[in-house]
């Protein structure tokens, strides 16, 4: 029987299940880069080039293992080449196969697509499991469906003790599960910061910066910052990388937001991990193995398996349990338009010019910054759900819809009404100013709520609070914050959201 596998450019690992599948006398790979899949959403120019340069690199590496593969490039066709669908309508007429073997995709979309081939293009299709995740999509299921509130802290628990991973005669190392209290320092500037890794450039990855400058003209991103590993080699040195420079200070410096850096001791390694080129197992073994050597702390260690084993691992099966329809969840009604300085960064806000710019520039941006700075704000500033959502799908060099979805509309918009998150990640400028430097060169006050020297934040976070204070009053987590707005006087309370109100009508200018 003649088969033709389909590779999609987040699955470009030797060890997926499909490639086990095929016989290198008979069968056929493709890979693909298309119209489609650049344009769902206007993706970071650095993220195309990524792809791009992954993609062709791996096509070289099968058929240096003895596969055949066809290689369908961007520029081969005036139009390009539309869709998956139309690539493999093209193949199929080219070739005669008796089955399409592809691998469970990270979305909806592309999953859907795949459901109507059989049909469309008359020709077996075989859909085979994602065996890049530690759990299986039918295991998270189960996990999901068995609980009331299945939280991330009790599938981790769960994960632990299946995998053994830091666990040691049935017990976590260490004593507890979860060393997260450590790991919530403040960014001390006089830190020797790690150095950086350059990832050199080949004919290919050249190739591919000047496609993707012709094509994408008006899409984000700056390509000279192209530093990104593109093969499998490059992503290894990437991971030694981190484990030699980085993962000591991993934990303690998790949550610091610097001025000056934008990745701190972040492994920057989620990339390789989404595309393929880096497995999850072979990421956590290595700082669990650093720990084993002595040369990084349990907090450290456990702090970055638990965010790969337990929320990478959670957040899927999350994507996948709750099906389709999750994206239009909107449980807190917000609606207010994206600010055009999410397209530019040119904002006066420090903390959001700084997160912002690097993430449309550099296409990176570490969890707090997503989270606490640009994330905190769409929340308690009520910015439209999909705006966001679609925002952060584009820019990030790590974003595919299965990981992002739930982190930005689960996490940071709470917009599942708590499906993920017990509550909302809501803060006032306190807490940024707390965990960093951004407000010493800003031009607002963290300190003052109204006015036009308050920081934004302020204002903002008490309207949110006051929007939302029926809901929140029966979350114990929030509770608290509740009182303290129901404590304060009328004419504080009238100031305050009379205040919000103004910075929401003049949101391009903040
Ligand atoms: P590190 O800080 O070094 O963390 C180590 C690894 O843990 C990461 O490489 C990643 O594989 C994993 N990880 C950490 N946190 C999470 C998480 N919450 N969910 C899943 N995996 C996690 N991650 C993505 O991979 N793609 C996204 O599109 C994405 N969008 C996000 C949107 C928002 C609003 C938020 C709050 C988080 C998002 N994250 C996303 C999670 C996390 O912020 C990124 O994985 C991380 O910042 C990537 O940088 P890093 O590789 O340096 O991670
Ligand atoms: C993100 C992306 C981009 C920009 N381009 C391509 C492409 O040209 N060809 C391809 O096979 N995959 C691409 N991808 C990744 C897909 O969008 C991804 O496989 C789906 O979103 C499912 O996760």
Same mark, same amino acid.
């Given at each position: 029987?003649?088969?033709?596998?389909?590779?999609?450019?987040?699955?470009?690992?030797?060890?997926?299940?499909?490639?086990?599948?095929?016989?290198?006398?008979?069968?056929?790979?493709?890979?693909?880069?298309? #119209?489609?899949?650049?344009?769902?959403?206007?993706?970071?120019?650095?993220?195309?080039?990524?792809?791009?340069?992954?993609?062709?690199?791996?096509?070289?590496?099968?058929?240096?293992?003895?596969?055949?593969?066809? #290689?369908?490039?961007?520029?081969?066709?005036?139009?390009?080449?539309?869709?998956? *669908?139309?690539?493999?309508?093209?193949?199929?007429?080219?070739?005669?196969?008796?089955?399409?073997?592809?691998?469970?995709?990270?979305?909806?979309?592309?999953?859907?697509?795949?459901?109507?081939?059989?049909?469309?293009? /008359?020709?077996?299709?075989?859909?085979?499991?994602?065996?890049?995740?530690?759990?299986?999509?039918?295991?998270?299921?189960?996990?999901?469906?068995?609980?009331?509130?299945?939280?991330?802290?009790?599938?981790?628990?769960?994960?632990?003790?299946?995998?053994?991973?830091?666990?040691?005669?049935?017990?976590?190392?260490?004593?507890?599960?979860?060393?997260?209290?450590?790991?919530?320092?403040?960014?001390?500037?006089?830190?020797?910061?790690?150095?950086?890794?350059?990832?050199?450039?080949?004919?290919?990855?050249?190739?591919?910066?000047?496609?993707?400058?012709?094509?994408?003209?008006?899409?984000?991103?700056?390509?000279?910052?192209?530093?990104?590993?593109?093969?499998?080699?490059?992503?290894? /040195?990437?991971?030694?990388?981190?484990?030699?420079?980085?993962?000591?200070?991993?934990?303690?410096?998790?949550?610091?937001?610097?001025?000056?850096?934008?990745?701190?001791?972040?492994?920057?390694?989620?990339?390789?991990?989404?595309?393929?080129?880096?497995?999850?197992?072979?990421?956590?073994?290595?700082?669990?193995?650093? #720990?084993?050597?002595?040369?990084?702390?349990?907090?450290?260690?456990?702090?970055?398996?638990?965010?790969?084993?337990?929320?990478?691992? #959670?957040?899927?099966?999350?994507?996948?349990?709750?099906?389709?329809?999750?994206?239009?969840?909107?449980?807190?009604? /917000?609606?207010?338009?994206?600010?055009?300085?999410?397209?530019?960064?040119?904002?006066?806000?420090?903390?959001?010019?700084? /997160?912002?710019?690097?993430?449309?520039?550099?296409?990176?941006?570490?969890?707090?910054?997503?989270?606490?700075?640009? $994330?905190?704000?769409?929340?308690?500033?009520?910015?439209?759900?999909?705006?966001?959502?679609?925002?952060?799908?584009?820019?990030?060099?790590?974003?595919?819809?299965?990981?992002?979805?739930?982190?930005?509309?689960?996490?940071?918009?709470?917009?599942?009404?708590?499906?993920?998150?017990?509550?909302?990640?809501?803060?006032?400028?306190?807490?940024?100013?707390?965990? $960093?430097?951004?407000?010493?060169?800003?031009?607002?006050?963290?300190?003052?709520?109204?006015?036009?020297?308050?920081?934004?934040?302020?204002?903002?976070?008490?309207?949110?609070?006051?929007?939302?204070?029926?809901?929140?009053?029966?979350?114990?987590?929030?509770?608290?914050?509740?009182?303290?707005?129901?404590?304060?006087?009328?004419?504080?309370?009238?100031?305050? *959201?009379?205040?919000?109100? *103004?910075?929401?009508?003049?949101?391009?200018?903040?």
């Amino acid at each position: 029987m003649t088969k033709l596998c389909l590779i999609l450019g987040d699955q470009l690992s030797l060890s997926l299940d499909a490639l086990q599948a095929l016989d290198k006398h008979s069968d056929h790979i493709m890979l693909a880069e298309l #119209y489609t899949e650049t344009h769902y959403v206007k993706h970071n120019k650095l993220k195309i080039a990524l792809l791009f340069s992954a993609m062709r690199h791996f096509a070289k590496q099968l058929r240096d293992e003895g596969f055949h593969v066809d #290689y369908y490039d961007f520029t081969a066709t005036k139009d390009h080449h539309q869709s998956f *669908t139309d690539v493999l309508r093209a193949q199929l007429s080219q070739h005669s196969y008796q089955q399409v073997i592809c691998t469970e995709p990270g979305e909806y979309r592309v999953l859907n697509e795949m459901k109507r081939w059989q049909q469309e293009l /008359a020709v077996d299709v075989i859909i085979k499991s994602d065996n890049r995740f530690y759990f299986t999509l039918a295991q998270m299921h189960d996990w999901f469906s068995e609980r009331k509130e299945p939280r991330m802290e009790h599938f981790y628990q769960f994960a632990r003790k299946q995998t053994g991973l830091l666990m040691e005669t049935g017990k976590p190392i260490g004593g507890r599960f979860n060393f997260d209290k450590e790991n919530r320092n403040a960014w001390q500037s006089d830190t020797p910061l790690p150095p950086m890794l350059k990832h050199e450039q080949d004919d290919i990855t050249e190739q591919v910066l000047t496609l993707v400058e012709q094509e994408f003209t008006d899409f984000p991103g700056k390509l000279v910052h192209f530093n990104f590993a593109v093969n499998r080699e490059q992503a290894l /040195a990437a991971l030694r990388h981190f484990i030699k420079h980085k993962l000591a200070d991993f934990g303690r410096f998790q949550d610091a937001l610097a001025d000056n850096n934008n990745t701190l001791f972040h492994s920057l390694l989620a990339s390789y991990i989404n595309i393929g080129l880096l497995l999850p197992q072979e990421v956590c073994e290595a700082a669990i193995e650093a #720990y084993q050597a002595q040369n990084a702390p349990l907090n450290a260690v456990e702090g970055f398996v638990r965010q790969i084993l337990g929320w990478r691992e #959670y957040v899927r099966g999350l994507y996948w349990y709750e099906g389709e329809s999750y994206k239009k969840h909107n449980a807190l009604n /917000a609606q207010t338009p994206l600010p055009n300085w999410f397209w530019d960064g040119k904002t006066n806000m420090r903390c959001m010019q700084k /997160a912002i710019g690097h993430s449309l520039d550099d296409a990176y941006a570490h969890h707090i910054q997503r989270l606490m700075i640009i $994330g905190n704000f769409s929340l308690i500033a009520g910015l439209n759900v999909t705006e966001v959502c679609d925002w952060y799908l584009a820019v990030y060099i790590d974003a595919f819809e299965w990981v992002e979805l739930p982190n930005t509309l689960g996490m940071a918009l709470y917009a599942d009404n708590g499906k993920l998150a017990s509550k909302p990640y809501a803060a006032s400028a306190n807490y940024i100013n707390k965990m $960093g430097n951004h407000c010493s060169s800003c031009r607002y006050n963290p300190k003052l709520v109204t006015g036009v020297k308050a920081c934004p934040f302020n204002a903002l976070y008490w309207d949110f609070i006051q929007r939302h204070q029926e809901r929140f009053a029966k979350n114990p987590r929030m509770a608290l914050m509740v009182k303290q707005w129901q404590k304060k006087s009328s004419a504080d309370q009238h100031a305050i *959201t009379q205040w919000a109100a *103004t910075l929401i009508e003049k949101l391009d200018k903040a």
